[in-house]
Each structure stands twice: as structure tokens, then as C-alpha cells.
Nanobody, 123 residues
């Protein structure tokens, strides 16, 4: 599976962005999908995950109520709607895929990674 993230950019505090992760080479309908982010000098961290059918989602505490992960298996695409953005959300955002939802928050467990997209939130 090849994953390509897009939709990043620069916004002001309180603004919104919608990230997309387009998959190719194989259907993602059998994969749990996730978004991670990595700020400068920091480790890559889990942001949000969604089960293969879209019925289960998981978020890190700092984005709950502000970010929404969704997927469209017919389009082989996963989304991350980010609202009420804060400067601390500034990072490179990566999408990833794994066979199971059970380890969706684990950086080491992801089977496939896409290239990142930069999100910058100015104060």
C-alpha cells in the first residue's frame, strides 16, 4: 500500500484544515488507519485512528473534540478534519495503516507509512 498525505498548510490559531490520505496499490478497506504527527525535535506521536469499517475511532487526549478522523473506502481515502487549531498542533502529519485496530496508537506497529504533510499554526 502506498499512502500519500495532503492538505497541510499554514493557518492561524482557531482555524481549520482537512488532511487527506490517498492510498494506492491495494484497497485500504481491510486496514485500520491512523494519523500521527511529529513536531521538530520530538518523537512521532499518535493523533487519531479508525477501524477498517469506520465504526470505531480513537484519539489522543489533546485533540479530542477538535479533530475528527473519517474514511471513504470507496475512494480509498482517509481524512483528518482539524478544527480549533492551536500552535501546539504544528507538526508534520503522517498517515499509516495496520491490519488491526488493537495497536493503532503504536508507532512501531504500523505496517505502512505515507510521506508527511506540514501543518503550521501561527499564534
Amino acid at each position: 500500500v502506498q499512502l500519500q498525505a495532503s492538505g497541510g498548510g499554514m493557518v492561524q490559531t482557531g482555524g481549520s484544515l482537512r488532511l487527506s490520505c490517498a492510498a494506492s496499490g491495494r484497497t485500504i478497506s481491510n486496514y485500520a488507519m491512523a494519523w500521527f504527527r511529529q513536531a521538530p525535535g520530538m518523537e512521532r506521536k499518535f493523533v487519531a485512528g479508525i477501524s477498517w469499517g469506520g465504526d470505531r475511532t480513537q484519539y489522543t487526549d489533546s485533540v479530542k473534540g477538535r479533530f475528527t478522523i473519517s474514511r471513504d473506502n470507496a475512494k480509498n481515502t482517509v481524512y483528518l478534519q482539524m478544527d480549533s487549531l492551536k500552535p501546539e498542533d504544528t507538526a508534520v502529519y503522517y498517515c499509516a495503516a495496520d491490519r488491526t485496530m488493537h495497536r493503532i496508537a503504536s508507532t512501531n506497529a504500523m505496517e505502512y507509512w505515507g510521506k508527511g504533510t506540514q501543518v503550521t499554526v501561527s499564534s
